[in-house]
């Protein structure tokens, strides 16, 4: 491959050393990687985008966008090497506009550095999958987390976008507007293609004012049942929660375990509530009620950042605390989302799977959007546990359609759902096809993934 | 045109009286139909839809699809003739399912329809566009209106959709999940796309549940100024305000006139909260100390359903009521969105440009999405009139994106604002048409609208 034409406008922003292909070589699933990209850009604006898309384009080079490289279903794995694109230096927040709530970045800013640029003008930016990435990831994957259930995804976030087509062009969807009817929704089209359509190379996106008090709460219950149903009350009846966490009993343990925590080894809810200071004294309560006729066992609260910090960052160190319980194995993660209706008997039905195989699997979940990940412990070099994981994973996605939800909530498709796609989606995958050949007609942006 | 074959299968489902196809030629904006539909069909479900859009397509005949026939920019004109589809008697709510608040409905089911058939179960159905209109009209044209503040526009309701494409083959697009990351988002691509790349024939809907309080209000305010940044305000502190509408004094006028009511003919906000008994009393009065501050005049609330209902009804009847200021006339419909922050300016000189013109043209808005419209008064006889009023109209939707706003806020395309939209959104018109040509090559649905 021929990069002496890129070498001459990136210089050592273009690397091929084998570690920096290496590094880019793979996310953070259990995918492993086939093949290294041949080459690594960093570029730091569109127009130096827009060039290497030209260039890939004219010589059929594959292109494959990367962000914090925090994926799960192998969305940035080189599969036939080419150009990987990395965001690293397209780290700008270009404008915040206060009276309108929204901000334009670029996609390597990551979730953990927008909200600290923002930390004093009242203003924050709600998605949260957990791991700090980038915003131009999380748009390609329509990442959500642990507050969709009040603020929703990525999806419901981004305004606008800019798109660089495989072609060179670049492109502007949306507006500043807070709705539009003009024409089709290529933003939303753009959001969770997975880099397949284009490279966006900046993000308008709405933010939302800080709440005057936020208070959050563990809730233990007897069983799996009293926790769901919890929530289905909750929110029938309208109460604001921000974020409904899930953590199975083996969860439980496991962060125990890992933080040094006592709570109680049982089906537990982590809860959020956003508003004024009375409005979330009136929630909390309505909250305990509803949880009291559902066999709760404990009810903790507190409206201390500190507290509050602690709890999230048990929630968000599940994945290691998870590993810490097999130490030396790694986790297969994968995520499903169903009706909340069925959530209870999806999961308990999954359970009763993961506890007839040899396999530890935790269960965690965004429970008030009826999405749930299990993280399958496993070591990759031992076949019969891969295929045993596998085979949980497959009768998980299944359950999951049967009950009319969907293969992933939030992980996308990557290389690792592919199948489960064509079995869900029918033939609406041959005209997802015929819009991903319409646009790019080479297949150069990210071929192997969602196809 | 041989419809023969379509005779035998639908009989008298198939009209070609001139009577029916004169009533199928137009919406309820101001553009002159200039063809009546050589044929208007009324199929009762999905696969008898499939039929016709495969010999429609086999015979490369223009299908047009027809709801309610509400919309405001000629999108249901059959412009070459061709084939109308009415959905009228794909009426039948065909799940409601309560715990999920989520339902399943053909589109022909009006707003009104599916709000009474949920009177009694705690739920309802938000996005409220003012007229009667059909879901399935709704979903194409991105429909939404007054309270789309709190609960988003009808692309935030819509889980899933089964669409038949221009070929007749039926493809499912979403889930019942509430959210997934699984392939390209073809729910939103359809949503909007005003019936041009297929004929949706059911739709997976969002619920909410009916507030526990409810509380409604007018506020007057000295000036323009005043009531724009009351609402800015109440946003940015984040009081979840569920219906934010501005009347100019000229609509005012003209409601006074219409219901006989006496409204202060000032600028004016009616408000709707919903939310707890308490929670509502005290956002009705963060909300009057913010009017204060911004040179409020009157201030009156009442949380009577049949003073709500009057006062939506006065904002509903909006555009008789604009009607009645000058017998006679038609009115021509427009409508832009733009960032909230330019909201007063854009509307200050709007006031001014239709001020200098001899048209009169009442401004009413959904100001909390930063969005209004114009009711600009016409004889449509009278070309010098309505060379005026398009001439303000290209003002108009030049300055809102010269605001960085949209040509349309929710009224869509159509065949009025073709061009604006190249104006708005470059050359992604470009891939908007590549889409368009992959999924209907030979441009049989809906053909002559948007582009």
């Known amino acids: 491959m021929d990069l002496s034409k890129l070498r001459k406008i990136f ?39 827009s060039i290497i898309l030209k260039f890939a384009n004219d010589n059929k080079i594959p292109v494959i966008p990367f962000g914090a490289g925090t994926s799960l279903e192998g969305q940035v794995h080189a599969l036939n090497g080419g150009i990987t694109i990395n965001s690293l230096n397209m780290n700008k927040i270009k404008e915040v506009n206060l009276e309108d709530m929204d901000c ?5 800013v990551t979730r953990e550095d927008l909200n600290l640029f923002l930390r004093d003008t ?8 957990g791991a700090n990435a980038s915003i131009g990831g999380m748009c390609s994957t329509g990442a959500s987390g642990t507050n969709t259930v009040k603020y929703g995804t990525i999806r419901q976030q981004v305004m606008g976008l800019e798109v660089v087509m495989p072609n060179g062009e670049i492109i502007k969807t949306g507006s500043r507007a807070r709705k539009s009817s003009a024409g089709y929704d290529l933003t939303h089209l753009m959001l969770g293609s997975e880099g397949t359509l284009g490279y966006i190379t900046e993000i308008d996106l709405k933010l939302h004012g800080r709440p005057e008090a936020i208070s959050a709460g563990v809730c233990s219950f007897k069983n799996l049942n009293g926790a769901v149903n919890t929530v289905i009350e909750a929110i029938q009846i309208g109460l604001p929660l921000s974020r ?17 925590t006592n709570h109680n080894e049982k089906p537990t809810l982590f809860i959020e509530i956003h508003g004024s200071p009375f409005g979330v004294k009136e929630q909390i309560q309505q909250f305990q009620e509803i ?29 290691y605390a998870a590993l810490n319980l097999c130490p030396g194995k790694k986790a297969f993660t994968t995520d499903v989302c169903v009706p909340i209706s069925s959530l209870t008997e999806c999961i308990l039905e999954t359970k009763r799977d993961i506890e007839a195989s040899n396999i530890i699997a935790p269960i965690v979940g965004h429970v008030g959007d009826g999405n749930f990940h299990l993280i399958l412990l496993l070591n990759p070099e031992d076949k019969e546990e891969v295929n045993e994981a596998k085979e949980i994973n497959d009768r998980l996605v299944e359950r999951a359609l049967r009950m009319k939800g969907t293969s992933t909530g939030e992980h996308g498709i990557g290389i ?25 007609p080479n297949n150069i942006m990210n071929p192997g993934k969602i196809f």
């Open 416 to 440: 690792g759902k592919k199948n489960f796609l064509k079995t869900e989606k029918g033939n609406s995958v041959k005209i997802m096809s015929q819009i991903k050949r319409s646009i790019d």
């Open 104 to 108: 334009k970045v670029q996609p390597g």
């Open 122 to 129: 009242g203003l924050f930016f709600p998605v949260d999958p």
């Open 244 to 260: 409904i966490e899930l953590l199975d009993e083996v969860q439980i343990k496991a962060i125990n375990k890992y933080k040094n």
């Open 11 to 49: 210089g050592e922003r273009l690397a091929t050393s084998e570690a920096i292909r290496r590094q880019h070589s793979h996310d953070e699933s259990w995918h492993v990687p086939i093949s290294l990209p041949d080459a690594v850009i960093f570029p730091e604006n569109t127009k130096e985008v």
């Open 291 to 319: 949880s009291k006729e559902n066999d709760l066992i404990e009810f903790d609260w507190s409206d201390q950042q500190d507290e509050i910090d602690k709890l999230w960052s048990s929630r968000h160190n599940a994945y």
